[in-house]
């Protein structure tokens, strides 16, 4: 993932666009299961962004070391309340290295899709592997490839309809990529951003997971802990070094 497609505007409004995302009811839960998951030990978060998830986790006492592609998404970061106690590397969280040994890596909000290719989808577990102690646990939250609900013959698919925003994945099904289009009204005037992701099977997961030298120990549907199933829209899941 060597373009930052999270700059300017995006960085700019992405708090905003993340917002029902960002409240208590759906971080706590987040939170509690990884703030549960790292115990004494710290954390690397994969794609910090602007903190969404690494200043509360921060707050709750764990150690948190965040690694992000963009300086502009960085700088939303540093700018909040309580960015001092989340220490951050730039760089591509594929292949960048950062000092400590952590109890937990994690990755949400479907950011493992922005390694575009199926190499930096294995070479981020890759580097967790690096970066985890022995019994360390690396959390994955990302949607299921929603190929079902793509009728024949189509290639898109929307999933955000409203006055003021419409959104639509476009597919590439030949190459198991789609790009994310969003259309956004504001100021009189509609503003497009379009973004590529490689989406990505449970099981292939399961397989980078193996090469790295990580065990499956557990899948759920949701931060809840619900069972993941075949009607399952998502999953959090969590692979374990051995040790």
Known sequence: MTVDHFAGWVAEHYDESSA????????????????????DGTALELGVGTGRVALP????????????LSPDM????????????????????????????????YLVFNTIMNLT?????????????????????FVVEVGVPELRRLPPGEVARPFLLSPTRLGFD????????????????????????SMPFRYVWPAELDLMARLAGMVLESRWEDWQRRPFTGESRSHVSVWRMPG
């Open 20 to 39: 029902d995302v960002s409240t208590p009811a759906v971080l706590d839960p987040v939170v509690d299961l990884l703030a549960d998951l790292a115990g």
């Open 57 to 68: 986790l921060a707050a709750r006492g764990v150690g948190v070391h965040g690694i992000d």
């Open 74 to 105: 960085l700088a939303r970061l540093r700018a909040k309340p309580g960015a001092d106690r989340v220490p951050v590397t730039l760089g591509d969280f594929a292949t960048t290295s950062v000092d400590g040994v952590f109890t937990l890596a």
């Open 117 to 137: 290719t199926q190499d930096e989808q294995v070479s981020c577990f890759r580097n967790v592997a690096r970066h985890l102690a022995p019994g360390g646990r």
């Open 170 to 193: 476009e597919y590439d099904v030949a190459a198991q990529r789609l790009v994310s289009h969003h259309h956004r009204l504001g100021d009189g005037q509609w503003r497009v951003v």
